[in-house]
């Protein structure tokens, strides 16, 4: 049973260029979630999505970040221009999302990360 | 965004040992915490979870302890071995909104 799949797992670029994180949810998994995480501000929310929707995004740093969601197998983020503060390791998660009746709070699961690296 | 408290930042344990870590939340809303572990080079996984309507969830060495009216949960590794050196995350989530607040993690180091 495949679990989150992102890509790539490793990323060197220069600040200024575009960079794209790509992931694929948990199939069946309606909700996503992007993250970021480094040694000074530990695991970040930016941004997720319920059935393709962005619903809280308040956790974006700023409009050189966007993500989208195209079908329910495929997000992206993109950071455009890049700059060397964006440098972390960037999570992918999905789960179910809650449904009237059904078990509340579903687990997140999460994808191995991408180590991005902004020179 | 820090909504989730955990302490402390880093634990060493001797195998067999306990490991305890404690997270404190404010949100009076959350309903739903789970305790995430991480390798180096991999995600968070979900390790164990549990509702404010139990005191109390045990899955083998692990047991998650809930204080409602103080609002505070810890995680509680029994008899510690060095395969459970990792990240630890508590986190909390609220209602049917699957927006969850993460602390800020411990790393446990279990010497042999």
């Known amino acids: 049973d495949a679990g989150v799949i992102q890509s790539p797992r490793h990323e060197v670029t220069e600040m200024g260029q575009e960079v794209t994180l790509r992931c694929k949810p948990i199939?069946?998994?309606?909700?996503l979630f992007w993250y970021r995480q480094t040694m000074m501000r530990g695991l970040e929310l930016l941004i997720y999505?319920?059935?393709?929707?962005?619903?809280?995004d308040s956790g974006m740093p700023e409009d050189r970040f966007s993500a989208k969601m195209p079908n329910a197998s495929f997000s992206t983020l993109k950071i455009q221009p890049s700059e060397p503060r964006d440098s972390a390791v960037y999570f992918c998660?999905?789960?179910?999302?809650?449904?009237?009746?059904?078990?509340?709070?579903?687990?997140?699961?999460f994808g191995d990360g991408t180590r991005l690296s902004i020179l | 965004q820090q909504q989730v408290k955990q302490s402390p930042q880093s634990l060493i344990v001797q195998k067999g040992g306990i490991s305890i870590i404690n997270c404190a939340y404010e949100n009076t809303a959350f309903d739903y915490f789970p305790w995430y572990q991480q390798f180096p080079g991999k995600g968070p996984a979900l390790l164990i979870a549990?509702?404010?309507?139990?005191s109390e969830k045990k899955e083998g060495r692990f047991t998650i302890s809930f204080n409602k009216s103080a609002k505070q949960f810890s995680l509680h590794i029994m008899d510690s071995q060095p395969g459970d050196s990792a990240t630890y995350f508590c986190?909390?989530?609220?209602?049917?909104?699957?927006?969850?607040?993460f602390g800020a993690g411990t790393r446990l180091t279990v010497k042999p």
């Open positions: 998660a999905s789960s179910l999302e809650f449904r009237l009746g059904g078990p509340s709070n579903q687990p997140q699961h």
């Open positions: 199939s069946g998994h309606n909700s």
């Open positions: 986190a909390a989530s609220r209602g049917n909104n699957n927006d969850m607040r």
């Open positions: 549990i509702r404010p309507d139990v």
């Open positions: 999505f319920n059935n393709n929707v962005p619903i809280d």
